[in-house]
């Protein structure tokens, strides 16, 4: 039944978008109550699945393994959908992201709503394959199937300058989209394995040669690296979410995004070690990159949507350092990496609901504008403050685990390379400063003109609802990491045996020999 | 004396014709024959068919040829090919390949009959002359893929490339398209001399002291001269020469770099359906010759594959590039559509040069199929995209712009959609067909070893998503003035048939198929 569950998960928000943008006729009362439907079952399924994730499953740590009759099977593309350790929580994630997206969109008022959230289930579907996804071609596939409806929705809801910013995006996204499938195919080719399935893809890589792998995985790192906005190629991504409407910057910044990281770590760092081993300073320097400059640059920021932007683009800097600390051994790093996409995913949409409220009441994004607004809106303050803290990483929300597990797998790098250590720390500075600096400009303070001007009402009920699905999921694994580091641990296990074994192996041999 | 040579002349004649006729077999050309005879079955309507009944025509078209189309899929995985030379050596039927190409124009033929349909719904133009003219160009079109000689090879592509001229030219109302027409007319006739010239060279050394064989055989013949290439390339500069200048006359057909210089030009003025007939009715015929020259079984140039693709090469990526970068910032879209078809030249090209140097079999196989799915892609999004313009424009769309498109989804629902998928499928953005297509033959470049090529195709990928994507944009961009949009109106045959291609565009990976050939 699970296993049925996993494709279904896909197909219904797929086959309810077709059905709201297809049918003219159907009512909007009859459309909105498919659309919830269609946004919930994704995230009931999600949970569902990972709360009955098996780690010892077989199949080298997939669940849940379906293989669909679709894809060219003469060149081994097959829409084969799993879940390991890794997916099944970020699985989840896109899941609670795309419910919480959905109540916002649901409660917002549009021209033509049947075709808004037709749009936006489409794109959780392309999103939700992403993460299910076992076959390395259907990547790309779902990566642009979510991307398409992204690009229209901004088009047709977006905000000021809308018109230019999505071609812009549009061509830095496929640009990343096209490196990382020449690395694929690269892979493939190279390995002369038989399919794109990425167990299969990593049976063939076993034997490839450390040059080869640096080089697939270069393109790998730049092509998906444009996808996670890693510095310097960041910079479609503020623009790009600020001029989105609300519930696709959610589902971008928070889910779609992280497919990067997610595709640098299945294909990058489990397939080719010794490419990762290559590039790791590269990620350590390009990474810190995200967190220093481009934290100074969210500090300068005066409009909050914008910032919230940049600051998503910033705390993606953390991951790679993670990436890069797993590269010499340290596994922990990786799984830090796991918590951090997850709980950044669920941090940053809280974030875009909240802006997006807070728009609403004052109607303006310039903080300078704003000011007091708590006493007006008390709850909305108070669930902004705590999503600020939760993106600073404040002990309680999920955020901190992955920030400290990411932190202290780079503690040995204290002896060669302190100042790694040192700027890191100077970015969670840098982040608590601007975090902190616009919840204090927007909610507190003397009440600013436009906010003695705006009517007094606090938080929506709709709005209330997607925050707090948000905050219960970061509070609950802030609370309980162990739900994420589980499956994770899972995923992970085979690489903290095998990184000793590895030295010690020889040694064992030589012994033998004697 | 005198008597007895005369009777050994005597004799030996009817041995030519015993041979002829003995290897003819016209069943084996029943869907040209057939196609010929509908083209005649046009021109009779136009004198026998009131104006009321001036529809029975294109729908009686549309209904053979899905007829004749059916009959030739059916048979297409019969099995018992006969891969031998009929005619006399002017015929040769390479298997599954010949068979494919004759129904890709089967299908063009469909495709652009509907378009003309839809074209001259409110015009005054002569009916049925276009839709005759149309017909014999794709029966020359089938036969030009079954060339085996080059007499039959420049006869077909002359009768193609003649009935083009005058369908360039067909709007004479309309100044844009006659300049067209004569454009296309000197280019063309420029690119036939050079072919014809390339055809007598090598001709002419065939039958030189270079070739032993000389006596025996026929120059013209694609057989033939492939083992006479085959054993003298390396010594003779004027093979190559020769070589070169027939491939110069294909690549006028293909619109390959450096004859791409016609296309905005005569895409921007020729109607719109001629315009769709040229880029993939036109362009498909120099791509299936190309690959008949260069890359099957008995191709004369197979044996000097190294010099080919070393010109090949860089020929591509130029005709990437000056497809690209000019589309880039071009509004007309119709020369947009030019440009942007230059550059889907260029990925063909990239799988032709896959087929040429594919060591293994497999690797062959996997680059025809690319080659014939990406051509098959390219015509069904051509047709989308190009009836959404000939109903968004009108007659007189030679000056229709991108900006032209802004808010047509409040204009017709559906015209929207089928634009979307269209565009989307040019640019290859998956679940489309087009993404297959692309990956296809990037994966066959790939097996080719031909990186330089995969870089220089991948920035233009990208360079692609930002023109095409840069249209889509203006379908789907809110409207700022407040003027009410013009409503688009579609016929109930054109909704459907169109709506059918869409779906067919949307089931990308249902492509599977593509590999039983």
Redesign the interface.
């Known amino acids: 039944m699970n296993s049925l569950l996993l494709p279904l998960a896909i197909f219904v928000p797929l086959i309810a978008g077709t059905i709201l943008l297809a049918g ?1 006729c159907v009512p909007t009362a009859l459309a909105k109550g498919l659309a919830a439907f269609a946004f919930l079952f994704p995230a009931v399924s999600g949970i569902l699945l990972w709360y009955g994730f098996d780690a010892s499953a077989t199949a080298d740590g997939f669940n849940y393994v379906t293989t669909l009759p ?6 081994g ?1 097959a ?1 084969t959908l799993g879940l390991n350790g890794l997916s099944a929580p970020l699985f989840a994630m896109a899941g609670i992201v795309g419910v919480a997206a959905g109540i916002q969109a649901l409660s917002t008022e549009v021209e033509q709503p049947n075709r808004y959230l037709g749009l936006l289930l489409f794109m959780l579907s392309g999103l939700l394959g992403l993460f299910a996804s076992m076959d390395a ?1 259907f990547f ?3 990566h ?2 979510a991307f ?1 409806p992204t ?2 929705l901004m ?2 809801w977006g905000g000021h300058g809308r ?1 230019a910013t ?2 812009f995006m ?2 830095f996204l ?2 990343g989209a ?2 990382s ?2 690395g694929i ?2 892979l ?2 190279t390995t002369g394995a038989t399919s794109f399935n990425i167990l299969k893809l990593k049976e063939a890589a076993a034997t490839l040669d450390a040059t080869s792998q640096s080089s697939i995985f270069g393109f790998l790192l730049f092509g998906l690296g444009t996808l996670v906005s890693l510095f310097p190629f960041h910079s479609w991504a503020p623009e790009g979410y600020a001029v989105a409407p609300t519930p696709v910057s959610m589902l971008h910044a928070g889910v779609l995004k992280k497919f990067g990281l997610f595709g640098l770590i299945q294909i990058g760092a489990f397939i080719l070690p010794e490419g990762l081993k290559a590039w790791a300073p590269w990620m350590l320097w390009l990474g810190l990159g995200n967190i220093v400059l481009l934290g100074l640059v969210t500090m300068v920021q005066r409009d909050l949507k914008l910032l919230v932007s940049w600051s998503s683009v910033a705390h993606m800097g953390a991951c790679f350092l993670g990436i890069a600390a797993f590269a010499s051994g340290k596994v922990t790093g990786l799984g830090g990496v796991a918590v951090m996409m997850f709980a950044h995913g669920l941090s940053v949409a809280l974030l875009f609901v909240l802006t997006q409220a807070v728009f609403k009441r004052t109607g303006t994004f310039v903080m300078a504008d704003m000011g007091g607004l708590a006493t007006k809106a008390p709850v909305l303050a108070a669930l902004f403050v705590a999503a600020t803290m939760a993106s600073v990483g404040l002990p309680g929300f999920a955020n901190f685990w992955g920030e400290l597990t990411i932190f202290a797998s780079l503690a040995h790098l204290v002896k060669s390379q302190p100042w790694v250590l040192v700027a890191a720390l100077t970015g969670i500075i840098i982040s608590a400063i601007y975090g902190l600096r616009a919840a204090a400009a927007v909610f507190f303070g003397p009440e600013s003109e436009t906010v003695k001007a705006a009517p007094a009402r606090d938080i929506a009920f709709g709005e209330r609802l997607a925050a707090g699905v948000l905050l219960v999921a970061l509070v609950a694994v802030g609370f309980v990491p162990s739900l994420v580091t589980k499956p994770v641990d899972a995923a992970l296990e085979k690489f903290k045996t095998a990184a000793p074994a590895a030295i010690v192996e020889p040694a064992v041999t030589a012994a033998n020999a004697e | 004396m005198f008597l007895a040579e005369q009777t050994a002349a005597v004799a030996a004649v009817p041995a030519i014709y015993k041979s002829l006729s003995g290897t003819n077999a016209w069943w084996a050309l029943t869907p040209e024959i057939l196609v010929g005879f509908l083209s005649l079955v046009a021109l009779v309507d136009g004198m026998l068919l009131k104006k009321r009944e001036a529809w029975l025509t294109p729908a009686m078209i549309k209904f053979f040829l899905l007829l004749i189309a059916g009959l030739s899929y059916a048979t297409l995985f019969r099995g018992n090919y006969i891969d031998e030379p009929l005619f006399g050596g002017l015929i040769r039927q390479h298997t599954w390949f010949t068979d494919v190409a004759r129904l890709f124009f089967l299908t063009t033929a469909f495709c652009v009959t509907h378009l003309i349909t839809v074209y001259l719904r409110a015009s005054r133009l002569a009916h049925h002359e276009y839709y005759h003219l149309t017909l014999v160009a794709t029966a020359a079109m089938m036969l030009l893929v079954q060339a085996n000689h080059f007499v039959l090879f420049f006869m077909a592509l002359e009768t193609v490339a003649v009935t083009m001229y005058v369908l360039v030219g067909y709007n004479r109302n309309s100044p844009a398209s006659l300049e067209a027409g004569v454009k296309y007319l000197v280019s063309g006739a420029l690119s036939s001399a050079l072919l014809l010239a390339g055809i007598v060279l090598l001709y002419g050394l065939g039958g030189s002291s270079l070739n032993p064989n000389a006596a025996s055989q026929d120059m013209l013949r694609f057989d033939h001269l492939s083992q006479f290439i085959e054993n003298t390339y390396q010594s003779s500069l004027l093979v190559q020469a020769g070589a070169i200048l027939v491939l110069g006359g294909v690549a006028f057909k293909i619109g390959a770099f450096p004859f791409n210089v016609w296309i905005p030009d005569v895409y921007q003025g020729a109607p719109s359906p001629t315009a769709a007939f040229l880029a993939t009715g036109s362009k498909a015929a120099g791509v299936f010759s190309l690959v008949l020259l260069t890359a099957v079984e008995g191709a004369p140039f197979a044996g000097m594959k190294d010099s080919v693709v070393k010109i090949l090469i860089p020929v591509t990526a130029l005709t990437l590039l000056v497809g690209n970068i000019p589309a880039l910032g071009q509004l007309n879209v119709k020369r947009l559509m030019g440009l942007s078809g230059i550059s889907h030249a260029g990925f063909l090209l990239m799988g032709v040069i896959a087929a040429i140097t594919a060591e293994t079999d497999s690797a062959h196989h996997l680059a025809l199929v690319a080659i014939v799915t990406y051509l098959f892609t390219y015509l069904f999004a051509s047709t989308l995209v190009f009836a959404v313009i000939t109903h968004v424009a009108g007659e007189d769309d030679a000056g229709s712009t991108v900006t032209d498109y802004k808010g047509l989804y409040l204009r017709n629902r559906l015209v929207a959609y089928l634009f979307a998928i269209g565009v989307g499928s040019l640019a290859g953005i998956p679940p489309t067909l087009g993404f297959v297509a692309k990956l296809l033959i990037l994966i066959a470049a790939f097996k080719a070893g031909l990186f330089g090529l995969l870089a220089v195709a991948f920035v233009c990928l990208v360079m692609s998503m930002y023109y095409y994507l840069g249209w889509l944009r203006e379908g789907f961009h809110r409207l700022t003035t407040e003027t009410e949009p013009k409503p688009i109106v579609v016929g109930i045959r054109s909704r459907i048939i169109l709506t059918v291609i869409s779906i067919t565009l949307l089931l990308g990976f249902a492509a599977q198929f593509v590999f039983k050939f």
């Open positions: 003219r679709v894809g060219i099977k003469d060149l593309i829409l071609a790309y596939f779902f642009e199937f398409l690009f229209i088009l047709r018109y999505a071609v549009a061509v496929t640009l096209m490196i499938l020449a195919i690269y493939y080719n």
